[in-house]
């Protein structure tokens, strides 16, 4: 399974997803398991911003060889589920591949679905959307322009949100 992980700049939420799903699906031994990400307003080529790269690393997660790259339809159409950080990153990625609704969900619309609604299967999150209340999934805030603390508390959110999801692809 290939999760493909959307933000804004593509420097700091997405990269620690991607990065931090690919650490825990080794630990639950997803062997088909890939990762990647990319930005609505990407910054290209830049690396993880430093501070989102300090906290990847105390995650247990590892910035390095990391290039940022902006999202494009090709980049959707290749992943088998894309999670993005918030509704707007996940309203961007319906504007370029709408067809790819049944496989695009929030972070916290993903994982909710999983540990609330027993999401099984990626088909499972798409039938069961309409049972969870628009409201429930907070978006991922950005940390860009803010304090240490804060962006410790972005990987943080970002590092829970994630097993739910991961065990679903196991079995998916």
Do not use: W, Y
């Not at 088909?32 to 080529?45: D, N």
């Not at 679905?113 to 069961?128: F, G, H, I, K």
């Amino acid at each position: 399974m290939h999760i493909l992980f959307v933000c804004t700049g593509n420097i700091c939420r997405s990269p620690m997803a991607e990065r931090l799903a690919l650490v825990l699906g080794s630990q639950l031994r997803i062997g088909a398991l890939t990762t990647s990400s990319a930005g609505t307003r990407a910054v290209i080529g830049s690396p993880i911003h430093p501070e989102a790269a300090r906290i990847l690393e105390h995650l247990g997660g590892t910035a390095s060889d990391f290039a940022a790259r902006q999202l494009t339809p090709r980049i959707v159409g290749d992943a088998d589920l894309i999670i993005t950080m918030t509704r707007a990153h996940r309203d961007a990625v319906l504007g370029l591949a709408p067809r790819q609704l049944h496989r695009t969900f929030t972070l916290s619309e993903a994982a909710l679905l999983v540990s609330e609604r027993n999401a099984q299967t990626v088909a499972d999150l798409a039938a069961l959307r309409p049972q969870l209340p628009s409201a429930a999934a907070a978006d991922i805030p950005d940390p860009i322009g803010q304090d240490s603390e804060f962006f410790a508390r972005v990987g943080t959110q970002i590092a829970e949100l994630l097993p739910p999801i991961l065990t679903l692809c196991k079995s998916d």
